[in-house]
């Protein structure tokens, strides 16, 4: 038998309920979405957003692994917000939807911390 439970507002959210979810820069302009989560298998913690932009119909999209510190939930406009212009985005590390970063190689992860002036979620580099 089930019963209809209020439940009370948190800060939680089911990790597939992210994915699909925009990301948006700070005065609202779609940058593209989440296509999936990094989620360092020892620690928990959510290390990397993949963001998904550009292409059409998955053809020619690019994938930005973003260190998770970068991104900020927007309330109002129901998305993740990421304060990145153009620029930055053509230049940041990347690579095609039909290829994989190479998430063993430590020097490559340590090159999106640098870029993004963020510490590594494991610690110094």
């Not at 989620?39 to 957003?49: E, P």
């Not at 406009?77 to 990347?94: G, H, N, T």
């Amino acid at each position: 038998m089930m019963t209809d439970v209020m439940t009370k507002p948190h800060q939680l959210i089911a990790s597939d309920r992210v994915e699909g979810t925009a990301v948006r820069r700070p005065n609202g302009d779609r940058i593209g979405h989440i296509e999936r989560l990094m989620i360092d298998k020892v620690s928990g913690k959510v290390a990397y957003a993949i963001l998904s932009f550009g292409g059409f119909l998955g053809m020619g999209t690019n994938l930005l692994p973003l260190p998770w510190e970068r991104l900020t939930y927007n309330t109002t406009f129901e998305a993740y917000q990421l304060d990145i212009d153009d620029e930055e985005l053509k230049r940041a590390p990347s690579f095609r939807a039909d290829k994989d970063f190479d998430w063993g190689d430590r020097s490559q992860e340590a090159e999106l911390h640098r870029y993004y002036h963020t510490p590594p979620y494991w610690g110094a580099f």
